[in-house]
């Protein structure tokens, strides 16, 4: 590195004004989240052809590429952190957790090792202590901290592959897939788009599942669970994408738990239900499944790039994901790679950790619960302007349609188009359909109802009759 670019790089640290301009950008978005089209306009979207530039030969200024951002990256991001963006499950951000997100991203710890990251090592260890006692999992319980549910679906069911087949006398680590027993993998219609993802790359083909069929709300339809042994793999959800419904969990898991059969719960989103005590009872047997995914940037509103895998065999995910390296120094304490695929990665349970530190259990039931009280007010106001209620309200998830398909389409337009809030569509039963999810802790019983005005306009709209 060239003497003159060293120097600039240290004169850009000391003089902190690139931090003060990110610090002061930061304030005006912060500030001006309630105002901001929760969908990018036009304008803002054709802003970003700004990016389109060929890699720049010369090194040039810091604050020049921060201003570039701010200017036109700034308009082209969605409101995901206000109060009313409803697409997907997304989730908004915890003060807290963004405040020690900035004080940890300037520590840049890799968070493979304890060795290359004590704090961070630590603060899984803490998280996982709080997870395993806040959802009431099996003491022994191990916790993996990645980059979301599929990632963590992916863990869990390496996990699960390897245990199987290792009592089937097979070890999959040394010997492979080519030739391995048979693993029964029992899947319901309804489970969600990651669960398919990782069986492919597990090498588990989709078309070797035995899918069973989902009742109307996409639960699994408890008459179509076959009979069960040591062979099979369960695959099992707290909280359907769509309509927020869970598997009868207690009932999945004593079936799989008598022949020994493992039982995986994709709780994304749902799982949170289990830390509200007015809705725990949506997870009643969850401490009987053998493993677990949820996030934390989806319904405990931590930054993004926070999901867990959760085993009650500590063995079986260690050794699924176990990694070997003359160079690899393993400590007594928590080594985060040992329940993860990455190596090198971020030190993301420090945003988690805050998270849970701040809000504590009452504050958590409280977020969770909140959600679902929205939820209902959502579900109930669209009712009274004509909308088609198709769920149960049992969570977060609401989801409506209208007389005919092409008007609830021309609705989602409408509605994405306010700039007001954001609603995304989907298809539920063959049919299209408006998907709502409640889950920024910023939404509030202003933002429904200036949400509904819109509804409203757009259901008595000309354009959508
Ligand atoms: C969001 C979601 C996933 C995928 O999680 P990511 O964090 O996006 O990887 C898996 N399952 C369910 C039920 C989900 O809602």
Redesign the pocket.
Known sequence: MKRKLKAKMHEELQNKQLFEKAKSFAYDYIDGIEEMNVFPDETALKGLDNFDESLPNETGNALHVLEQLNEFGSPGTIAQTGGRYFGF?DGGAVPVSLGVKWLSDVWDQCGGLYMTSPINSKLESVCEQWLVDLFNLPKQTVAGFV?????A?LCALAAARYQLLKNMGWDVNEQGLNAAPKIRIIAHKQV?A??KKTLALLGFGLQSIEWIPSDDQGRLLKAGLPELDKTCLVLA?A???NTGAFDDLEFVCKRANKVGAWVHV?G???LWAAASQKLANLTKGIELADSW?V?G??TLNTPYDS?IVLCRHPKSIRTALAANGEYIIYSDKKDPLMTTPEMSKRSRAIELWATMKYLGKEGIDEMVYTFHARAKQMAEGLQKIGYTLLNDVVFNQVLISTDNEARTKSIIDFVQKSGKLWVGGSTWNGKAVIRISICSWMTDENDINESLKVFESAFTSKTSN
């Open positions: 499950v980059s979301g549910t599929s990632m679906n969600h990651s669960i959800q909280g359907n994408a994709d994304a989103f749902g995914a996030d940037h989806k999901g």
